[in-house]
Structures are given as C-alpha cells and as structure tokens.
C-alpha cells in the first residue's frame, strides 16, 4: 500500500528540516521572515526594509537642546533565488519518508545549504573588526581578543557565535587538550574534535569548510598611500596617486591618529579605527572606498578625529604595527552576534495548471515545492526553490578571525 505520508508537503517539511540542520552560518543570524509577501508572492528584487537602532547625543548643563529622532533603515533585497529540480519516480513516492530522506533528499539539501552558505558568507567583506595574525595558527588570545572586540561595540553577551575554519578549529582543540576542561566538554573535545560550545564567551561555536580565503591588495602595508587633504571624511576618502599598490574590497585599513570612539561616551580609547575598503582601488586611484563611513561629529561619530593631510594608510595586523604584505592570503573565521547580519526569505508566488505545488516555512526559512506528472515515463519531475537575500546590518557586531 502507497505511503500516504510521502505527500509534496511532507517532502518539503523534511527538506526544510535537514536544510535547516545544514545551515550552520545562516542558522546563527538573524532570519527576517516578511509574510507581506505570503498572499501575492514574491519577486525576484523585492526588498525588505529593516531599521537600525536609533543615536542620539547627550548635553551637559541645564538648557535644553532637542534633537530630531531621525529613523535610519538600510534595504535588504530578496533577489536570489535558487533550487534542487529532482524527478520522482512512482516507486520513490510509496518510499518510507525515512529512506526517501536520505536517499534524496539529504543529498539535494546539502548541495543547495552549501551554496545558500557560500552567497551568505560572503558578508564577511563588511566585516571591519579583526584579529589577525597571518600565516600564525589561531589561539586562546585571539578568541579572547575577538569577544572584546564585541564588547567594546556593545555586542549583547548572549546570542554570540564562533564560527571558525576546519583548520581554526583543529587548532584551538589542540590549544585547549592540556587544559582543564569539564568532562562534557573534554568528551566533545576528543569524541568529535570538536570545541565544544560556552567556550570563552561564545555561546555556541562552529566549523565550516566553506569560508573562503581572503586574499589582499597589492599594497605592501607600509602606508605608500596618504590622504590628501586636512578634512577628509565620510565614506570616500581622497588620497594621493602614485603608490604602485593596490586594495581590494575587504582588505581592512587605518589612518595614523585616527582613533576609535566609544559607541555611547565618544571618549577617545586610543585604538586605531579600522575601515572596510568597499571598492577596488587601483594604482592610479584618488580616493579610497570605505566603511564604516568615517564620522568624527555628532550622534554617529565613530572616530576621534578626521585623518591630517598626508596621513598614511595602513593595511596592518591587529597589532597595529606589523604590515599585512602584498597579495597576502589568510583564513578567515568570525566570532559575531546574530544582529550583525540578516538573511531573510520570501514565499515564491505558487503556479496554477501544475499537479501539487505547496509552501512551508520553517523557523524564517520558506520553500516552495512545484511537482508536475510525466504520464509518458511514470516520473513526478519536481522543484524546490527558496528565494532569499542577506545583508549585513550591523558589522560593528562582528569580528574577523584572520590566521593559517
């Protein structure tokens, strides 16, 4: 007798599940769900609006000075849409759910996760917090430099995520084998190679064999580059031509005595400020691309002071003093918390004249199943697409592990 569970609906919840499973960057960030679209469907370039929070400044003494409360938004687009086409005998849909699962479907989820991973993971270029230590292998320090880098932006303690290489990860075991360790987490350890989660302010932490290699410029790091001009702010900065090196977006650079502020105080901590370069910027270049945008007034300064005419740029470490050289490679982890960035889905529009289609959502997460019938082969030739889009929103609440 045919399975009745295996209906399209249940296909796509079992997908939706092990999809889900798999998601272990996307899974960790915040899913922003807008069922506006759930009644006409979705397009691709629709967009969602999503609102930062609100910044305001403090007087000193007894008159007042209003301020405007000014709403920021940034707009995230829901324009990619991807899928598994599969094509389902007669024999496949009498199949036990179970079987069907990971005969089929864990394999189709896999291929679709990693490429929903790879697109998402890419936020990592705005990502202009860092620790690193090129070609070093990563240690304690720099998970424990990483989560006060997130404390230092106010990052909430809870909802934090560590979310390394497969080599970050080999490594940091390795770092902890001598340690003392609670027997939970020592099996974790050795049972599954694994650090295990709470581990030195991460609520939860994660390998992935997906994120990329960041490779740099050209620029040798040693501050070829200078600003031109005494008031240069925002997100383009204007320097001189000349240097025969280059930056690539998400190299991370300085300007000398240009410090970072304290996000709510706007005290100077003497810490550099570092920027993201946004666009790529060749040998014949007048202006560098950056973000943040370099602000050094007002509710949103982030920075000290406004860089001084002819100060260098500098692609370093996060020692502030050892140059991150030409064309350098190094892996890339990220310790964040799940507001620093947002993948949201859309439900697709569902067709008329096919045999089955239907939607599920699950935890933010929406799939769309279109299956049609073969009468000449006896086949169910079927779709699974998601449409998402991702953003990064807040990246002051995430920071980069760079090592080996």
């Given at each position: 007798?045919?399975?009745?569970l295996l209906t399209p609906t249940a296909v796509t919840r079992e997908a939706l599940r092990i999809l889900h499973q798999k998601l272990n960057f996307v899974g960790k960030v915040n899913r922003q769900y807008d069922d506006r679209f759930a009644k006409a469907g979705a397009k691709i370039g629709d967009s969602l609006q999503i609102r930062k929070p609100n910044q305001y400044t403090v007087r000193t003494g007894a008159t007042l000075s209003t301020q405007d409360t000014t709403e920021t938004s940034t707009t995230?687009?829901?324009?990619?849409?991807?899928?598994?086409d599969l094509n389902f005998?007669?024999?496949d849909m009498t199949m036990d759910i179970d079987d069907f699962s990971s005969r089929i479907l864990d394999p189709a989820m896999s291929v679709l996760a990693s490429n929903i991973e790879n697109d998402a993971m890419s936020m990592y270029k705005d990502v202009f917090q860092e620790i690193s230590d090129v070609g070093a292998t990563i240690s304690l320090q720099d998970v424990l430099d990483c989560g006060k880098k997130l404390t230092d932006a106010l990052a909430p303690?809870?909802?934090r995520c560590l979310n390394m290489t497969t080599q970050q990860n080999v490594d940091l075991v390795n770092a902890v084998s001598g340690l003392f360790n609670d027997p939970a987490k020592l099996s974790k350890n050795y049972r599954e190679g694994m650090v295990a989660n709470d581990f030195l302010g991460f609520k939860e932490v994660y390998q992935n064999t997906l994120w990329p290699i960041?490779?740099?410029g050209i620029d040798d790091g040693t501050g070829d580059y200078l600003v031109n001009g005494a008031?240069?702010?925002?997100?383009?900065?204007t320097i001189d031509t000349g240097s025969s090196g280059t930056f690539l977006i998400g190299d991370i650079v300085s300007f000398t005595g240009v410090n970072r502020v304290h996000p709510e105080t706007k005290a100077d901590t003497g810490q550099l400020m570092k920027f993201v370069v946004t666009a790529n910027s060749g040998t014949t270049a007048t202006s560098l691309a950056i973000s943040p945008s370099l602000t050094a007034t007002?509710?949103?300064?982030?920075?000290?002071n406004v860089p001084a005419d002819n100060a260098p740029v500098w692609k370093r470490e996060s020692d502030d003093s050892t140059a991150i050289g030409s064309s350098a490679d190094y892996a890339v982890g990220l310790?964040?918390?799940k507001d620093a960035f947002a993948f949201a889905t859309a439900d697709l529009i569902m067709p008329k004249g096919v045999d089955f289609s239907a939607r599920e959502v699950m935890d933010g997460i929406s799939m769309r199943i279109v299956r049609q019938y073969d009468i000449n082969n006896d086949k169910f030739p079927c779709r699974l697409d998601i449409l998402y889009g991702y953003k990064t929103i807040r990246p002051e609440l995430a920071c980069r592990i760079g090592t080996n």
């Open positions: 007798m045919a399975n009745t995230l687009q829901v324009a990619t849409q991807k899928g598994v005998t007669s024999v303690v809870s909802g960041h490779t740099t008031s240069e702010s925002g997100a383009s900065i007002g509710a949103t300064q982030n920075v000290s310790g964040f918390h």
